[in-house]
């Protein structure tokens, strides 16, 4: 898998583990799967936590890990499924402040949206990497600058750059 953050390709500390015998056996940072969170943080050393969630899974089942995990990947079984950018919206709004990772066939066109969700890195299968070099990433990640929805990315919404111009007045 790549990684891919505003910055360009970074390289991941974490492990993604699927058993509770794989658990046992990682050192280090590990991601386990939502089902296995329990048991990750009842035998879990000093080494920091993420959690791998289905894209259609509910906030409200993620939310008692908020405090207790360091990055949730979401996991994106086609490019052309949007819930997990709904799915990130959801869990910044909930109050999650740790790196979100969209994991899975995300492609550059749509690294700005995952940015602008709440998302922090994408981490893509290496076929897919190997389609779009990092150069279309780092263009793609600016290419959406204003949004009509409130609450996307850093500034103002279209609308509260239109009130703002008038003076604040409504509309």
């Given amino acids: 898998m790549t990684l891919i953050t505003w910055n360009g390709q970074a390289q991941s500390q974490f492990l993604a583990v699927e058993t509770a015998e794989a658990l046992a056996a990682a050192e280090g940072p590990v991601i386990v799967p939502l089902a296995l969170a329990r048991a990750a943080l009842d035998g879990r050393r000093n080494a920091p936590l993420g959690l791998l969630v289905a894209n259609d899974a509910s906030p409200d089942d ?3 890990f908020f405090d207790k995990v360091e990055l949730i990947a979401i996991a994106f079984p086609s490019f052309s499924d949007g819930r997990g950018l709904s799915l990130a919206r959801k869990l910044r709004r909930a109050g999650f402040t740790g790196r979100l990772r969209a994991s899975g066939p995300v ?65």
Wanted: charged share 20%.
């Fill in 62 to 64: 993620i939310a008692p």
């Fill in 107 to 171: 492609i550059a066109d749509q690294f700005a949206d995952c940015l602008a969700c709440g998302f922090d890195e994408v981490d893509l299968p290496e076929g897919v990497a190997a389609r779009q070099p990092m150069e279309q990433w780092l263009k793609a990640r600016s290419t959406v600058t204003s949004h009509y929805q409130t609450g996307y990315a850093h500034g103002a919404s279209i609308l509260e750059q239109r009130r703002a111009g008038r003076g604040g007045a409504s509309s």
